[in-house]
């Protein structure tokens, strides 16, 4: 009786395990914004740095050059020292893995923020849809002229010049990333940057108040662009922080005036970011 009494609570604690196992699969699998944030974080900035330094050994290989000056480049703040090969393959692995990165990540970020999507697309096509057909062209519109402007003004200041981030990219489109960096940087990255910073940070801040979602939403949208820029003369840094706070603060305007639809935000965000891209070869 002992023995069946044994092997009855053994499989009693079997089926329970199994249970809790299921929960937990289930649960891991639900919407969830944090584990999106999080995902999100891991993948861009740092997976993406490993899957970029892979790609340049890789195309550094191809091109019979020094692997340790390819890996060299990756961290150079200054490119022309370099011959057009290390500059060439620079920007292949970056632009390939800033596109990886991004593609991954966003998948993730949708899948696990689909009911917000679903939401508000659902908002975006119903008895709302002519108001937000009149409503988001000229919100998009109008943050790419007040973006455009607030540049062109920071670039008279003297001593101020483009962020890290910006010539990064510049560089990356001129030199052989083309395709990948406007894949990333006009489609992918306005979707999942707008999920995270505008749709998951309000969604979570927002029982401390509209100012708070506004404050928290700018800052952690504007330190991630401004990570690799020089910081030894914190003035020109906070100057150089300006277009980015100044874009953060209005694709929250456009987000909270939609009725905190995130495809508003992601309309007007790629529209700046293709304008920004078309810019470069002008």
């Not at 062209?137 to 200041?157: E, H, M, N, Q, R």
């Amino acid at each position: 009786m002992v023995i069946i009494m044994n092997e009855n609570l053994n499989n009693e604690n079997n089926e329970t395990s199994i249970e809790v196992n299921k929960k937990t699969q289930n649960s891991f699998f639900k919407p969830n914004k944090i584990v999106a944030i999080i995902i999100y974080a891991v993948m861009i900035f740092l997976v993406a740095g490993f899957i970029t330094i892979g790609l340049a050994i890789i195309f550094g290989f191809a091109k019979h050059l020094d692997v340790m000056i390819v890996i060299e480049t990756l961290s150079a703040s200054d490119l022309s020292i370099y011959t057009p090969d290390y500059i060439k393959v620079n920007a292949m692995a970056q632009g390939w893995g800033n596109l990886i990165g991004y593609l991954i990540a966003t998948v993730a970020v949708i899948f696990y923020m689909r009911d917000d999507i679903a939401l508000d697309f659902k908002d975006l096509t119903g008895e709302n849809k002519r108001k937000h057909a009149i409503w988001i062209p000229i919100f998009a519109v109008g943050f790419l002229i007040i973006t455009l402007c607030v540049d062109s003004l920071v670039g008279l200041i003297p001593g101020v010049s483009e962020s890290t981030n910006q010539a990064t990219i510049e560089s990356i489109l001129n030199n052989g990333g083309l395709v990948p960096m406007v894949i990333s940087t006009v489609l992918l990255a306005p979707v999942v940057e707008e999920l995270i910073y505008r749709k998951a940070i309000f969604s979570l801040a927002k029982g401390y108040g509209t100012v708070t979602c506004y404050v928290l939403s700018i800052v952690v949208f504007t330190l991630p662009h401004m990570l690799t820029s020089d910081m030894s003369n914190i003035g020109i840094w906070l100057l150089q922080c300006i277009p980015y706070a100044t874009a953060g603060g209005l694709l929250c305007l456009v987000y909270h005036k939609s009725n905190y639809n995130v495809y508003a935000s992601i309309c007007a965000h790629m529209l700046n970011n293709l304008v920004a891209c078309i810019l470069v070869f002008i």
